[in-house]
Protein backbone atom coordinates (compact mmCIF):
# COMPACT_ATOMS: atom_id res chain seq x y z
CA UNK A 1 0.00 0.00 0.00
CA UNK A 2 1.47 3.50 -1.24
CA UNK A 3 0.72 5.76 1.86
CA UNK A 4 -0.97 8.90 0.96
CA UNK A 5 -1.48 11.80 3.82
CA UNK A 6 -2.99 15.30 3.38
CA UNK A 7 -2.74 18.78 5.41
CA UNK A 8 -6.69 19.96 4.76
CA UNK A 9 -6.32 23.66 6.32
CA UNK A 10 -9.61 25.95 6.17
CA UNK A 11 -8.29 29.15 4.56
CA UNK A 12 -9.64 31.36 7.35
CA UNK A 13 -6.13 33.01 8.85
CA UNK A 14 -2.86 32.42 8.16
CA UNK A 15 -0.39 28.66 8.53
CA UNK A 16 -0.65 28.91 12.54
CA UNK A 17 1.48 26.85 14.20
CA UNK A 18 -0.68 24.25 15.00
CA UNK A 19 -1.25 23.67 11.39
CA UNK A 20 2.35 23.56 10.77
CA UNK A 21 2.96 20.44 12.89
CA UNK A 22 0.00 18.95 11.63
CA UNK A 23 1.22 19.59 8.00
CA UNK A 24 4.59 18.11 8.81
CA UNK A 25 3.83 15.29 10.86
CA UNK A 26 2.02 14.48 7.68
CA UNK A 27 4.70 15.28 5.51
CA UNK A 28 7.05 13.14 7.32
CA UNK A 29 4.84 10.42 7.58
CA UNK A 30 4.47 10.43 4.08
CA UNK A 31 8.36 11.20 3.19
CA UNK A 32 9.25 7.88 5.85
CA UNK A 33 6.86 5.92 3.93
CA UNK A 34 7.86 6.62 0.30
CA UNK A 35 4.47 8.02 -0.32
CA UNK A 36 2.66 11.07 -1.14
CA UNK A 37 1.37 14.25 0.76
CA UNK A 38 -1.22 15.99 -1.03
CA UNK A 39 -2.75 19.38 -0.09
CA UNK A 40 -6.37 20.05 0.54
CA UNK A 41 -7.90 23.71 0.86
CA UNK A 42 -11.10 23.64 2.31
CA UNK A 43 -12.40 26.67 0.98
CA UNK A 44 -16.00 25.70 1.25
CA UNK A 45 -16.70 28.42 3.90
CA UNK A 46 -16.45 30.98 0.65
CA UNK A 47 -17.19 34.39 2.85
CA UNK A 48 -14.42 33.74 5.28
CA UNK A 49 -11.97 31.98 3.22
CA UNK A 50 -9.79 34.25 1.71
CA UNK A 51 -7.00 34.80 -1.13
CA UNK A 52 -4.62 36.16 1.08
CA UNK A 53 -5.04 33.26 3.94
CA UNK A 54 -4.67 30.82 1.25
CA UNK A 55 -1.20 32.41 -0.09
CA UNK A 56 0.07 32.94 3.40
CA UNK A 57 -1.03 29.18 3.38
CA UNK A 58 1.08 27.83 0.44
CA UNK A 59 3.63 30.50 1.31
CA UNK A 60 3.93 29.20 5.14
CA UNK A 61 4.33 25.50 3.57
CA UNK A 62 6.88 26.47 1.07
CA UNK A 63 9.04 28.36 3.41
CA UNK A 64 8.67 25.64 6.01
CA UNK A 65 10.24 23.25 3.06
CA UNK A 66 7.08 20.92 3.11
CA UNK A 67 6.38 20.65 -0.76
CA UNK A 68 3.20 18.70 -1.51
CA UNK A 69 2.66 15.88 -4.16
CA UNK A 70 0.64 17.30 -7.18
CA UNK A 71 -1.70 20.43 -7.44
CA UNK A 72 -3.59 21.41 -4.50
CA UNK A 73 -7.71 20.27 -4.49
CA UNK A 74 -9.82 23.00 -3.54
CA UNK A 75 -12.41 21.35 -2.07
CA UNK A 76 -15.23 23.79 -3.36
CA UNK A 77 -14.69 22.85 -7.05
CA UNK A 78 -15.91 19.36 -6.24
CA UNK A 79 -19.25 20.84 -4.54
CA UNK A 80 -20.97 18.40 -7.61
CA UNK A 81 -19.39 15.65 -6.53
CA UNK A 82 -20.42 15.66 -3.09
CA UNK A 83 -23.83 16.03 -3.68
CA UNK A 84 -23.25 13.05 -6.25
CA UNK A 85 -22.53 11.22 -3.27
CA UNK A 86 -25.12 12.31 -1.18
CA UNK A 87 -27.82 11.40 -4.34
CA UNK A 88 -26.20 7.52 -4.10
CA UNK A 89 -26.79 7.30 -0.61
CA UNK A 90 -30.80 8.19 -1.09
CA UNK A 91 -31.06 6.17 -3.81
CA UNK A 92 -29.48 3.16 -1.71
CA UNK A 93 -32.26 4.17 1.12
CA UNK A 94 -29.17 4.71 3.18
CA UNK A 95 -29.95 9.30 3.57
CA UNK A 96 -33.37 10.38 3.50
CA UNK A 97 -35.14 13.87 3.02
CA UNK A 98 -36.12 15.94 5.94
CA UNK A 99 -38.60 18.36 6.00
CA UNK A 100 -38.49 19.80 9.34
CA UNK A 101 -38.65 23.43 9.43
CA UNK A 102 -36.28 25.74 11.47
CA UNK A 103 -39.30 25.72 14.01
CA UNK A 104 -39.58 22.09 14.06
CA UNK A 105 -35.93 21.70 15.10
CA UNK A 106 -36.13 24.79 17.32
CA UNK A 107 -38.98 23.31 19.72
CA UNK A 108 -36.86 19.77 19.47
CA UNK A 109 -33.65 21.62 21.08
CA UNK A 110 -35.70 23.12 23.63
CA UNK A 111 -37.12 20.37 25.01
CA UNK A 112 -33.99 18.07 24.49
CA UNK A 113 -32.77 21.24 27.02
CA UNK A 114 -35.65 21.61 29.51
CA UNK A 115 -35.52 17.96 29.63
CA UNK A 116 -31.58 18.05 30.15
CA UNK A 117 -31.20 15.85 27.51
CA UNK A 118 -28.61 15.91 24.70
CA UNK A 119 -29.27 18.42 21.59
CA UNK A 120 -29.84 15.74 18.92
CA UNK A 121 -32.35 15.52 16.10
CA UNK A 122 -35.21 12.47 16.79
CA UNK A 123 -34.93 11.15 13.38
CA UNK A 124 -38.63 11.95 12.31
CA UNK A 125 -38.07 11.94 9.02
CA UNK A 126 -36.00 9.01 8.46
CA UNK A 127 -38.57 6.61 7.97
CA UNK A 128 -41.84 8.53 7.01
CA UNK A 129 -43.55 8.46 3.73
CA UNK A 130 -41.99 11.20 1.27
CA UNK A 131 -45.62 11.01 0.20
CA UNK A 132 -46.61 13.39 3.66
CA UNK A 133 -43.90 15.74 2.34
CA UNK A 134 -44.91 19.22 2.60
CA UNK A 135 -44.48 21.29 -0.81
CA UNK A 136 -43.10 24.56 1.00
CA UNK A 137 -40.00 23.68 2.73
CA UNK A 138 -36.75 22.58 1.04
CA UNK A 139 -35.58 19.57 2.60
CA UNK A 140 -31.94 19.01 3.72
CA UNK A 141 -30.51 15.43 3.44
CA UNK A 142 -29.69 13.50 6.15
CA UNK A 143 -27.78 10.36 6.67
CA UNK A 144 -29.10 6.86 8.08
CA UNK A 145 -27.08 6.26 10.80
CA UNK A 146 -26.89 3.25 12.66
CA UNK A 147 -28.97 3.43 15.93
CA UNK A 148 -27.54 0.45 17.85
CA UNK A 149 -24.56 -1.45 18.82
CA UNK A 150 -21.22 1.12 18.74
CA UNK A 151 -18.89 2.66 16.58
CA UNK A 152 -14.95 1.79 16.89
CA UNK A 153 -11.84 3.83 16.04
CA UNK A 154 -8.41 2.22 16.37
CA UNK A 155 -6.62 5.17 15.89
CA UNK A 156 -2.98 5.46 16.15
CA UNK A 157 -2.45 8.20 18.71
CA UNK A 158 -5.67 7.78 21.00
CA UNK A 159 -5.89 3.71 20.79
CA UNK A 160 -9.17 2.33 20.85
CA UNK A 161 -11.97 4.95 21.09
CA UNK A 162 -15.96 4.19 20.95
CA UNK A 163 -18.81 5.93 20.89
CA UNK A 164 -22.45 4.48 21.49
CA UNK A 165 -24.60 4.88 18.43
CA UNK A 166 -27.77 6.36 19.86
CA UNK A 167 -25.65 9.45 21.19
CA UNK A 168 -24.79 10.48 17.29
CA UNK A 169 -27.77 11.69 15.16
CA UNK A 170 -28.85 11.64 11.79
CA UNK A 171 -26.63 14.70 10.19
CA UNK A 172 -26.97 16.53 7.13
CA UNK A 173 -25.23 15.71 4.02
CA UNK A 174 -26.80 18.19 1.91
CA UNK A 175 -28.46 22.11 3.61
CA UNK A 176 -31.70 23.18 1.80
CA UNK A 177 -30.08 24.70 -0.87
CA UNK A 178 -28.62 21.86 -2.29
CA UNK A 179 -24.87 22.26 -0.90
CA UNK A 180 -22.67 19.80 1.21
CA UNK A 181 -21.72 20.33 4.36
CA UNK A 182 -18.34 19.67 5.77
CA UNK A 183 -18.03 16.41 7.06
CA UNK A 184 -19.68 15.37 3.77
CA UNK A 185 -17.00 16.72 1.56
CA UNK A 186 -14.01 15.65 4.08
CA UNK A 187 -15.38 12.37 3.83
CA UNK A 188 -15.75 12.06 -0.21
CA UNK A 189 -12.56 14.42 -0.61
CA UNK A 190 -10.40 11.75 1.31
CA UNK A 191 -11.61 9.18 -0.34
CA UNK A 192 -11.54 10.17 -3.94
CA UNK A 193 -8.10 11.70 -3.05
CA UNK A 194 -7.17 7.54 -1.54
CA UNK A 195 -6.32 8.93 1.67
CA UNK A 196 -4.78 6.11 3.48
CA UNK A 197 -3.94 8.10 6.74
CA UNK A 198 -6.07 10.98 8.41
CA UNK A 199 -3.52 13.03 10.58
CA UNK A 200 -4.52 15.70 11.99
CA UNK A 201 -5.62 17.61 15.50
CA UNK A 202 -7.43 15.61 17.98
CA UNK A 203 -9.91 18.60 18.36
CA UNK A 204 -11.69 16.18 15.19
CA UNK A 205 -11.94 13.09 17.21
CA UNK A 206 -15.41 13.19 17.24
CA UNK A 207 -15.67 14.26 13.77
CA UNK A 208 -14.43 10.90 13.12
CA UNK A 209 -17.19 8.75 14.36
CA UNK A 210 -19.31 10.49 12.39
CA UNK A 211 -17.02 10.51 8.99
CA UNK A 212 -16.19 6.71 10.07
CA UNK A 213 -20.23 5.98 9.50
CA UNK A 214 -20.73 7.75 6.35
CA UNK A 215 -17.38 5.45 4.91
CA UNK A 216 -19.16 2.46 6.40
CA UNK A 217 -22.56 3.76 4.39
CA UNK A 218 -20.82 4.01 1.17
CA UNK A 219 -19.01 0.79 2.06
CA UNK A 220 -15.79 2.19 1.23
CA UNK A 221 -12.48 1.28 3.03
CA UNK A 222 -12.03 4.23 6.22
CA UNK A 223 -7.95 5.73 6.10
CA UNK A 224 -6.59 4.87 9.33
CA UNK A 225 -6.65 7.79 11.60
CA UNK A 226 -4.33 9.31 13.95
CA UNK A 227 -5.41 12.52 15.91
CA UNK A 228 -2.39 14.02 17.74
CA UNK A 229 -2.95 16.65 21.02
CA UNK A 230 -3.27 19.82 20.51
CA UNK A 231 -0.53 22.33 21.74
CA UNK A 232 -0.73 24.11 24.85
CA UNK A 233 1.26 27.15 26.38
CA UNK A 234 3.95 26.87 28.83
CA UNK A 235 1.59 26.91 31.39
CA UNK A 236 -0.61 24.12 30.00
CA UNK A 237 -3.46 26.60 29.16
CA UNK A 238 -4.93 26.41 25.47
CA UNK A 239 -2.31 28.29 23.19
CA UNK A 240 -2.69 32.10 23.08
CA UNK A 241 -1.18 34.73 20.89
CA UNK A 242 1.03 35.20 23.47
CA UNK A 243 2.50 31.86 23.78
CA UNK A 244 3.11 31.35 20.55
CA UNK A 245 -0.05 30.32 18.76
CA UNK A 246 1.19 33.26 15.39
CA UNK A 247 1.36 32.11 12.12
CA UNK A 248 4.66 30.72 10.29
CA UNK A 249 5.12 33.97 8.54
CA UNK A 250 5.83 35.80 12.33
CA UNK A 251 8.31 33.06 12.97
CA UNK A 252 9.98 33.93 9.79
CA UNK A 253 10.03 37.43 11.17
CA UNK A 254 11.28 36.92 14.17
CA UNK A 255 14.24 35.36 12.79
CA UNK A 256 14.18 31.68 13.28
CA UNK A 257 15.07 28.81 10.38
CA UNK A 258 12.82 27.09 8.70
CA UNK A 259 15.24 23.95 9.97
CA UNK A 260 15.00 25.22 13.32
CA UNK A 261 10.83 25.64 13.48
CA UNK A 262 10.71 22.07 11.63
CA UNK A 263 12.76 20.11 14.54
CA UNK A 264 10.64 22.41 17.26
CA UNK A 265 7.41 21.16 15.74
CA UNK A 266 8.52 17.84 15.69
CA UNK A 267 9.52 17.48 19.12
CA UNK A 268 6.22 19.45 19.96
CA UNK A 269 4.34 15.98 20.93
CA UNK A 270 6.51 13.16 18.89
CA UNK A 271 9.89 11.57 20.19
CA UNK A 272 12.49 9.49 19.30
CA UNK A 273 14.29 8.61 22.78
CA UNK A 274 15.74 11.75 24.15
CA UNK A 275 17.25 13.29 21.24
CA UNK A 276 16.42 17.06 20.91
CA UNK A 277 18.23 17.79 17.67
CA UNK A 278 16.78 16.04 14.51
CA UNK A 279 17.38 17.18 11.21
CA UNK A 280 14.97 16.68 8.15
CA UNK A 281 17.02 13.62 6.91
CA UNK A 282 17.00 12.14 10.44
CA UNK A 283 13.35 12.92 11.14
CA UNK A 284 12.00 11.25 7.76
CA UNK A 285 14.64 8.16 9.01
CA UNK A 286 12.99 7.81 12.56
CA UNK A 287 9.05 9.62 12.21
CA UNK A 288 6.50 7.20 13.16
CA UNK A 289 2.80 7.79 15.12
CA UNK A 290 4.00 5.20 17.81
CA UNK A 291 6.42 8.62 18.55
CA UNK A 292 3.04 10.90 19.11
CA UNK A 293 2.37 11.25 22.64
CA UNK A 294 -0.68 11.55 24.29
CA UNK A 295 -0.85 14.11 26.00
CA UNK A 296 -0.64 17.57 24.77
CA UNK A 297 2.58 19.47 24.55
CA UNK A 298 3.88 23.01 26.10
CA UNK A 299 4.96 25.24 23.82
CA UNK A 300 8.50 26.91 24.75
CA UNK A 301 10.16 29.97 23.28
CA UNK A 302 13.65 29.50 25.63
CA UNK A 303 13.35 25.76 23.67
CA UNK A 304 12.90 27.00 20.20
CA UNK A 305 15.33 29.81 20.63
CA UNK A 306 18.23 27.11 21.56
CA UNK A 307 17.51 25.11 18.55
CA UNK A 308 17.90 28.10 16.31
CA UNK A 309 20.98 28.83 17.77
CA UNK A 310 21.87 25.26 16.84
CA UNK A 311 21.09 25.32 13.41
CA UNK A 312 22.53 29.12 12.70
CA UNK A 313 25.94 27.99 13.79
CA UNK A 314 25.50 25.09 11.54
CA UNK A 315 23.99 27.25 8.63
CA UNK A 316 26.32 28.06 5.43
CA UNK A 317 27.48 31.55 5.95
CA UNK A 318 26.47 33.09 2.42
CA UNK A 319 22.77 32.13 3.02
CA UNK A 320 22.93 33.88 6.67
CA UNK A 321 24.13 37.17 4.40
CA UNK A 322 21.50 36.82 2.28
CA UNK A 323 19.22 36.32 5.25
CA UNK A 324 20.07 38.61 7.21
CA UNK A 325 20.73 41.40 4.16
CA UNK A 326 17.31 42.71 4.11
CA UNK A 327 17.22 42.95 8.48
CA UNK A 328 20.06 45.55 8.10
CA UNK A 329 18.47 47.32 5.26
CA UNK A 330 15.50 47.66 7.63
CA UNK A 331 18.40 49.08 10.10
CA UNK A 332 20.16 50.74 8.07
CA UNK A 333 17.59 52.40 5.44
CA UNK A 334 19.43 51.17 2.70
CA UNK A 335 21.21 48.27 0.98
CA UNK A 336 24.63 47.20 2.52
CA UNK A 337 27.57 48.10 -0.44
CA UNK A 338 29.97 45.08 -1.63
CA UNK A 339 32.41 45.93 1.29
CA UNK A 340 30.03 45.57 3.98
CA UNK A 341 28.95 42.62 2.44
CA UNK A 342 32.66 41.28 2.32
CA UNK A 343 33.27 41.96 5.58
CA UNK A 344 29.27 40.47 7.11
CA UNK A 345 30.49 37.09 5.23
CA UNK A 346 34.06 37.08 7.05
CA UNK A 347 32.65 38.10 10.32
CA UNK A 348 29.78 35.60 10.05
CA UNK A 349 31.39 32.68 12.13
CA UNK A 350 31.65 35.06 15.09
CA UNK A 351 28.08 36.45 14.39
CA UNK A 352 26.22 33.35 14.11
CA UNK A 353 28.20 31.70 17.25
CA UNK A 354 26.45 34.40 19.60
CA UNK A 355 23.00 34.69 18.01
CA UNK A 356 19.76 32.56 18.77
CA UNK A 357 17.38 34.28 16.02
CA UNK A 358 19.05 36.55 12.43
CA UNK A 359 17.51 39.11 14.69
CA UNK A 360 19.86 38.94 17.09
CA UNK A 361 22.49 38.23 14.58
CA UNK A 362 21.59 41.57 12.22
CA UNK A 363 21.50 43.64 15.55
CA UNK A 364 24.92 42.11 15.85
CA UNK A 365 25.95 42.48 12.54
CA UNK A 366 25.50 46.14 12.15
CA UNK A 367 28.57 47.64 12.87
CA UNK A 368 30.28 45.68 9.91
CA UNK A 369 27.77 46.32 7.63
CA UNK A 370 27.79 50.23 8.82
CA UNK A 371 30.00 52.65 5.95
CA UNK A 372 31.79 55.40 8.08
CA UNK A 373 32.02 57.39 9.83
CA UNK A 374 30.18 55.02 12.22
CA UNK A 375 27.40 56.66 15.00
CA UNK A 376 28.84 56.17 18.65
CA UNK A 377 26.10 55.04 21.37
CA UNK A 378 27.13 57.61 24.54
CA UNK A 379 28.39 54.92 26.56
CA UNK A 380 31.17 54.55 23.74
CA UNK A 381 31.58 57.93 23.08
CA UNK A 382 32.29 58.22 26.91
CA UNK A 383 35.13 55.73 26.98
CA UNK A 384 36.96 57.67 24.00
CA UNK A 385 38.50 60.33 26.23
CA UNK A 386 41.53 62.16 25.35
CA UNK A 387 43.39 60.15 27.08
CA UNK A 388 42.25 56.64 25.37
CA UNK A 389 42.54 58.68 21.81
CA UNK A 390 45.56 59.25 22.44
CA UNK A 391 46.35 55.55 23.41
CA UNK A 392 44.55 54.75 20.35
CA UNK A 393 46.87 56.98 18.45
CA UNK A 394 49.67 55.05 19.62
CA UNK A 395 48.21 51.90 19.18
CA UNK A 396 47.08 53.15 14.82
CA UNK A 397 51.04 53.79 14.62
CA UNK A 398 51.90 50.67 15.59
CA UNK A 399 48.94 48.96 13.93
CA UNK A 400 50.16 50.84 10.59
CA UNK A 401 53.52 48.47 10.61
CA UNK A 402 51.56 45.03 9.90
CA UNK A 403 52.10 43.90 7.03
CA UNK A 404 50.60 40.42 7.42
CA UNK A 405 46.67 41.56 8.77
CA UNK A 406 45.61 38.32 10.92
CA UNK A 407 44.73 38.28 14.37
CA UNK A 408 47.60 36.88 15.86
CA UNK A 409 49.56 39.86 14.23
CA UNK A 410 46.80 42.77 15.69
CA UNK A 411 46.92 40.95 19.12
CA UNK A 412 50.90 41.14 19.23
CA UNK A 413 50.67 44.71 18.31
CA UNK A 414 47.96 45.32 21.22
CA UNK A 415 49.87 43.39 24.01
CA UNK A 416 53.07 45.02 23.24
CA UNK A 417 51.01 48.44 23.50
CA UNK A 418 49.91 47.26 26.91
CA UNK A 419 53.42 46.04 27.95
CA UNK A 420 55.00 49.00 26.63
CA UNK A 421 52.28 51.60 28.37
CA UNK A 422 52.15 49.34 31.68
CA UNK A 423 48.32 49.51 31.73
CA UNK A 424 45.64 46.54 31.78
CA UNK A 425 44.16 45.24 28.41
CA UNK A 426 40.86 46.80 29.06
CA UNK A 427 42.41 50.01 28.64
CA UNK A 428 43.06 49.32 24.91
CA UNK A 429 40.78 47.05 24.39
CA UNK A 430 36.98 49.33 25.41
CA UNK A 431 37.99 52.31 23.97
CA UNK A 432 39.09 50.48 20.69
CA UNK A 433 36.12 48.27 20.86
CA UNK A 434 34.22 52.22 20.88
CA UNK A 435 35.78 53.63 17.96
CA UNK A 436 35.69 50.16 15.75
CA UNK A 437 32.24 49.37 16.39
CA UNK A 438 30.55 52.01 17.87
CA UNK A 439 29.26 50.30 20.80
CA UNK A 440 30.55 48.68 24.47
CA UNK A 441 29.57 45.30 23.00
CA UNK A 442 31.08 43.29 20.11
CA UNK A 443 32.35 39.79 18.98
CA UNK A 444 35.97 39.16 20.04
CA UNK A 445 38.10 42.18 18.80
CA UNK A 446 40.87 40.55 17.46
CA UNK A 447 38.23 38.75 15.24
CA UNK A 448 36.87 42.06 14.43
CA UNK A 449 40.18 44.03 13.22
CA UNK A 450 40.61 40.66 11.03
CA UNK A 451 37.40 40.77 9.72
CA UNK A 452 37.32 44.62 9.53
CA UNK A 453 41.09 44.55 7.62
CA UNK A 454 43.44 47.05 7.98
CA UNK A 455 41.86 49.79 6.06
CA UNK A 456 39.14 49.89 7.45
CA UNK A 457 40.35 49.61 11.35
CA UNK A 458 42.86 52.88 10.39
CA UNK A 459 40.00 54.20 9.09
CA UNK A 460 37.59 53.68 12.10
CA UNK A 461 40.50 55.11 14.49
CA UNK A 462 40.87 57.82 13.05
CA UNK A 463 37.01 58.57 12.87
CA UNK A 464 37.07 57.58 16.33
CA UNK A 465 39.63 60.32 17.24
CA UNK A 466 37.59 63.05 15.41
CA UNK A 467 34.42 62.34 17.11
CA UNK A 468 35.86 62.27 20.59
CA UNK A 469 37.64 65.63 19.78
CA UNK A 470 34.28 67.82 18.69
CA UNK A 471 32.70 65.83 21.58
CA UNK A 472 35.63 67.13 24.20
CA UNK A 473 35.19 70.55 22.70
CA UNK A 474 31.91 71.07 22.87
N1 LIG B 1 -10.10 21.92 7.60
C1 LIG B 1 -9.93 21.39 8.93
C2 LIG B 1 -9.17 22.37 9.78
O1 LIG B 1 -8.51 23.26 9.26
C3 LIG B 1 -9.17 20.06 8.94
C4 LIG B 1 -10.02 18.93 8.50
C5 LIG B 1 -9.34 17.60 8.59
O2 LIG B 1 -8.09 17.55 8.77
O3 LIG B 1 -10.02 16.61 8.45
O4 LIG B 1 -9.22 22.28 10.99
Redesign the pocket.
Known amino acids: MTVITRF ?3 PTGFLHIG ?1 AR ?1 ALFNWLFARHHGGRFLLRI ?1 DTDRQRSTTEAIDAILDGLRWLGLEWDGEPVFQSARAARHAEVAHQLLAEGKAYYCYCTQEELQAMRDEARAAGRPVRYDGRWRDRDPSEAPTDVPPVVRVKAPQVGETVIEDLVQGEVRIANEQLDDMVLLRADGTPTYMLS ?1 VVD ?1 HDMGITH ?1 I ?2 D ?2 LT ?1 AFRQLQLYNAMDWTAPIFAHIPLIHGPDGAKLSKRHGALGVEAYRDMGYLPEALRNYLLRLGWAHGDEEIIDTEQAIAWFDLDGVGRSPSRFDFAKLGNLNGHYLRAADDARLVDLVLPRLERRLDGMPDAAARTRLFLGMPGLKARAKTLEELADNAVFYARSRPLPMSEKALDLLTPEARARLDRLAALLAEVEDWTEAAVEEKIRQLVDAEGVKLGQVAQPLRAALTGSTTSPGLFEVMAVLGRDETLARLGDARRVGEARTVN
Do not use: I, K, L
Request: glycine share 14%.
Open positions: APSGTEVDVRGDHN
